[in-house]
């Protein structure tokens, strides 16, 4: 039986070009498919954070419009010392 001729190095490097080609694409997929699950674990830290600030809020019977205010006073205070320091 004859045997086919040495593949060139052009040839095998052709080949590993596919290959890297192919290994590339597949992390490419896989880099997508974590992307899209880092942005459900996200939204799922930013549910479980409102969940925990709205028992915070019912444990201290405090409205939404109050929060705020707290908020904007604290900043305020913050603003105030920082300023005379």
Known sequence: MARRP?????EKLQ??????Q?????YEEHLAELQERQKEIEALILS?????LMILMEDHDM?????K??????RRNQQEVAATA
């Not at 040495?6 to 052009?10: A, G, N, W």
């Not at 080949?15 to 890297?20: G, M, Y």
């Not at 479980?48 to 925990?52: A, L, V």
């Not at 409205?63 to 929060?67: K, R």
């Open 63 to 67: 409205s939404m419009e109050e929060l």
């Open 6 to 10: 040495r593949r060139s190095v052009l």
């Open 48 to 52: 479980e954070q409102t969940k925990d």
């Open 15 to 20: 080949d590993e070009l596919l290959e890297v």
């Open 22 to 26: 192919a290994t590339m694409e597949q």
């Open 69 to 74: 205010e707290l908020v904007i006073n604290s």
